[in-house]
């Protein structure tokens, strides 16, 4: 195999969750791009109809769903929908999620738990939907998008950090158990990428200046920006392809270096 084959998924069926937008559209139309047909999930019918537009805006023939990544019974009607309409998945991309920035001694054990089981137990539930048929073709990729909040706290993100945490290992308990069935799970590590989930702590301020919540993310980034959907892209397709095979248990960080990095000195 030459080395641009190591990296094509023509021939593959690959689902990401929440790709109506944001990070996960464009890993889909990475994906795409790399030879996959692509079905996606979203909550609304309205996000449905504006997906579907702006996938077909790309010239991409994705296939949409209508289904709640926390409803098991959902999930197992959309895996096997899929089945029938482009054949079994072969790459799962657990991307949907939620953030709630609330201080921990504020927050209520029902928002703490919606978190939880967006971000982390819907992962499980996905993934043990489409595992049987991985384990029967002995080929499968699942890839979970973790976070900065895989690794590291901060103020008023105690659910979602325990959540990111949580998928972190769920993501290395994935590989270790069905590594011999030639099934890969790994992990991406975003850091702070412009989408609706951020737009909060990059709204511009009264007088024009910038939020100091951007600042601080601008100060903390040796790429000195935030991240695009679009750098996430390469990273999936490497970790969706056969380029990855003996990659398992990992968490790629595509944080423009933040992680790496103890802070700008005074
Ligand atoms: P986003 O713009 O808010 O998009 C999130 C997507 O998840 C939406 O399409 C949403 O669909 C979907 N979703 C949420 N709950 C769902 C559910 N119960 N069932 C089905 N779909 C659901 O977020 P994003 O910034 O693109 O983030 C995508 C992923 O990357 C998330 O897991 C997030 O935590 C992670 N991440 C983001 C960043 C960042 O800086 N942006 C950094 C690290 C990690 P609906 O519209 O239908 O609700
Ligand atoms: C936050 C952000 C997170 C980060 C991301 C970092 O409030 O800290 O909204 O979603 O962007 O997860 O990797």
Known sequence: MNIMQKFSLE???ALVTGAAYGIGFAIAEGLAGAGARIAFNCRSQHHMDKALADYAAKGIEAKGYICDV??????????????????????????AGIIKRIPMAEMSVE??????????TAAFIMSKAVLPDMMEKKSGKIINICSMMSELGRETVSAYASAKGGLKMLTKNIASEYGSYNIQCNGIGPGYIATPQTAPLRERQADGSRHPFDSFIIAKTPAERWGDPEDLMGAAVFLASPA???????????????????????
């Open 111 to 120: 928002e703490f738990r919606e978190v939880v089981d967006i971000d982390l």
């Open 11 to 13: 021939g593959k069926v």
């Open 244 to 266: 990855s095979d003996f990659v398992n248990g990992h968490i790629l960080y595509v944080d423009g270096g933040i992680l790496a990095y103890i802070g700008k000195q005074p």
């Open 70 to 95: 926390t409803k098991e019974d959902q999930v197992q009607k959309m895996v096997a929908d899929i089945r029938k309409d482009l054949g079994s998945v072969d790459i799962l991309v657990n991307n």
